[in-house]
């Protein structure tokens, strides 16, 4: 079956310092993989999404993605963290059956930023 | 224009009660989703609707009756509510890549 792990609960970072958040996936084919973004009170937001092509995927706010399959991995990164991004983070993919996409969330990583 | 919207975001009710939430988007997505988040933030997928068509349908009590009456609407019935069911839950249309969520709706069960 289909699964998203995100191995970190809870990070915190310093302001200005990089970040990464770590995505593992399991899935038999070629994945559809994205990241979500959920500010407190708030619905998710997309940040980015892999399909194909490049593996090294550029979304909002200043992150990027990069996808190993090698890995099973999907990992999310930011050289420079602003306050702003203290939030929780959803790494998900999509199965696809028969052209109905079911999209599978990871348990999320809460990231603090330290002033 | 809120491009999913949910209503109410915020409902407080009594245990045994029967309440509805619901979800418009005016997106012109032919699919929509219920997801429930629980206190541990938690995202499970619930329902899944393609033009008015049931898609998928998780391992949900029959509590819970999700309804379309078209492509641009999806609600959500909750009969005989229990403690368990206060989570938030989301409303999500999407064009076949990526979900576009509704702000949520939190359900309070005293």
């Known amino acids: 079956a289909q699964s998203v792990t995100q191995p970190d609960i809870h990070i915190t970072v310093s302001e200005g310092a990089s970040l990464e958040l770590r995505c593992n996936y399991s899935?038999?084919?070629?994945?559809?993989l994205f990241w979500y973004v959920q500010s407190p009170g708030q619905g998710l937001q997309l940040l980015l999404k892999?399909?194909?092509?490049?593996?090294l995927v550029q979304g909002i706010k200043g992150f990027e993605a990069e996808f190993k399959r090698s890995q099973s991995s999907f990992n999310l990164r930011k050289p420079s963290v602003h306050w702003s991004d203290a939030a929780e983070y959803f790494c998900?993919?999509?199965?696809?059956?028969?052209?109905?996409?079911?999209?599978?969330f990871g348990t999320g990583t809460r990231l603090k930023v330290l002033a | 224009d809120t491009a999913v919207s949910q209503t109410p975001k915020y409902l407080v009710t009594q245990m045994g009660n029967d309440k509805s939430i619901k979800c418009e988007q005016n997106?012109?997505?032919?699919?929509m989703y219920w997801y429930k988040q629980d206190s541990k933030k938690f995202l499970k997928i619930m329902f899944s609707?393609?033009?008015?068509?049931?898609?998928i349908n998780e391992t949900v009590p029959n509590r819970f009756s999700p309804k379309s009456p078209d492509k641009a609407h999806l609600n959500l019935h909750i009969n005989s509510l229990e403690l368990g069911d206060s989570a938030v839950y989301f409303c999500?249309?999407?064009?076949?890549?990526?979900?576009?969520f509704g702000e949520g709706s939190r359900l309070t069960v005293l």
């Open positions: 999500a249309s999407s064009p076949g890549g990526e979900l576009f």
């Open positions: 899935y038999g084919a070629t994945p559809y």
């Open positions: 892999y399909f194909s092509g490049d593996t």
């Open positions: 998900a993919v999509v199965s696809a059956t028969s052209g109905t996409y079911k999209y599978i």
């Open positions: 997106l012109g997505h032919d699919t």
């Open positions: 609707y393609n033009n008015k068509e049931l898609i």
